[in-house]
Structures are given as C-alpha cells and as structure tokens.
C-alpha cells in the first residue's frame, strides 16, 4: 500500500523512513513537511495539496510533535484515508476521542502508536506477569533531552509534555504488562523556571509502584522497570527490550530498531482487517500527573 509521512524531522528520519524502506507492505509515496523532504520521494508542504493531488495514496502516518497535530490529522481522516500517530497520540484527551469518533464515522484505520509496546521483550514480560501479584515496583526512566531531542524548544512548550515525552514510553509499557490496571496517587513536577513543561517527574502509583522520570541524564542512559511479585523478581531493561527473572537475563538484547518496523506490520493488520486501535492509557496518567502533580520551581534549562 502507498502510505504518506507527515512531518520530516528527527523520527521520521531516524526510524519511519528506515521501517518504510525495508516494509514488504509499504511503498512510501510522498511526504508533508515545510522543509523536511525524503530523496526521491514526492514532497508536499500543505496536507490539503497532498489529499487532493494524491487519491491513490490510502494511508497517511504523523511524526509531527502533538501540538499542531490534530488539524492534520482531522483533514487527513474527513479526506477519508487511514491514520497512524506517532506517540503521544495528541495533545490533549479530547482531542484524540474526537479523532477517535471521527474515523469510527469515516470507516477508516486510526492507529495510535506506542513504539516501546514494540520493543523486543515486552509480550514475555506480560505474559510472565499475567498470573502474579506485584508487590512493588520502580520505573528509572532517565535520558539527556540535549542527545535525544536537540534544539527541540517544542518539548518545553505548553503541551509538549517535556520529560513526559520518554516517560510516556514507560507508562505505555507499564499499562501494556500488568495484570491490573495502575492509578496515580500523587506527582511531583519539577519545570525548569523558564520554561512551561517539566524537566524531571517523580511519580506514585497504585500497586506501590514508584516512576523517576528525568531528562538530564549524561552519560549512560536508563529505560529501566523492576518489580518485586508473589512469584519472584522481574526487569524490563533498555526500554522494554531486555527481559530479567530473578535477576538472569531470559529474553531480548540491547537493541531498539524493531520496534517501528512492527508499528508498520500492525498498521498494515489493521487496515486489511478493517479495525482501529487506540488505547488511551498511557495518556491518561500522564493527564492525572498534570492534574495532580506538585510543582517545583528549578533551574533555567538551556539547549
Ligand atoms: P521534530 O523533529 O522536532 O519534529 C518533526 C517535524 O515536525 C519537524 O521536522 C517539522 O517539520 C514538523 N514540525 C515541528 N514543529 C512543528 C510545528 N509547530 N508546526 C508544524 N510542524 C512542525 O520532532 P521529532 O523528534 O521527530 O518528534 C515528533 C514526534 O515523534 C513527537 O511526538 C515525539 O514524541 C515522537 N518521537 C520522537 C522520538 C525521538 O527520539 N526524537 C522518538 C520516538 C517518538 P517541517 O519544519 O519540515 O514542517
């Protein structure tokens, strides 16, 4: 199927355009973006000259950052095409259920991704979780934003969601893995005083899980969870791709490039089979911590 990207920046180009190029299913046939282009592929600027110009072209995946995304996305499904978002699946929750309710109404795909739920050890860790009782746990989630995100000013802007950007990558597998459903208790936020997102976030869950989110980790970096259960101990190491038992590794590498590959085979289920997948989940935590959460004042960050 030809698919359309929309938005050529860090993702798209490091991990979208990659998957797409090596998909048996995919042929990426033009991208949007004001300045991003992919070689050899047919570049809009405008997502309404791409929807009239190019009928043949069904699908349409965003890497746009969540804010100027839901314009996009609402005239790519009233144009009656299918849908993939990057995560997080939009700005705000109302947003995402408008979309949600749209596609249902046009009869198209909506799919909102959440790449680390790809990630290699994820399904094991689920599984082996699926009959114990968690007891404890605690999600070390700590990356340099400088690295990942560089001279990125939107991750810091009002609805950028700042270090819950990678957080929300946790809280996707968190929601994916275990047997009961998780509720936040409380939130400490810590907004780096020029500017309107947080820079670091220490998070209480139900089922004494404990979450420290923080974006000015140098040096080596931590996607970590371990969880003490009735049945023994588990760990999901380098965000969800290495699975630990009792502290002997039983499943995965250190190795991150499958995920959006299988983001793309299950966009492809999803459009055959006519179905929609949109699991709010992660959203809705990262939401409560906003809700919640305690705000601390720190110090200016600076690209
Ligand atoms: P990015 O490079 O800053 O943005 C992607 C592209 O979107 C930009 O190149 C730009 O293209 C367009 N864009 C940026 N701001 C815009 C605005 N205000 N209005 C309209 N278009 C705008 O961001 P990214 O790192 O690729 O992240 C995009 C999404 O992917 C985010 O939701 C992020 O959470 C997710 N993601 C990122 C990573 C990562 O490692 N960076 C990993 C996984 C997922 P033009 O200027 O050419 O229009």
Redesign the pocket.
Known sequence: MKIAL??????????HVPALDVSPDWELAAT??????VDGVEAF?DIGAILDARPDIPVVSL???????FE?AQAVLRAGRHLML???PGATLAEVHALCDLAERQGVTIYATW?SRMAMAVAAARDWLADKTVQDGRITWREDVRK??P??D??FEAGG?GVF??G??ALSILTAILPQPVRLLSADLDFPANRQAPIAARLRFSQGIDADFDFRQEGPQTWDMEFQTDGGRMALRMGGNRLEIDGRHVQGADDIMGEYPALYAQMARLVSGGNRDADLAPMVLVADAFTLGRRNSVADFHF
């Open positions: 929309v938005g050529i920046g860090k993702i798209a180009l490091d991990q949007v973006s004001r300045k991003g282009t600027t890497c746009l950052p969540p804010v100027p995304r996009v990057e995560k997080p790449h990942w995100h001279g990125q939107w991750i969601m950007d990678p929300i990558n």
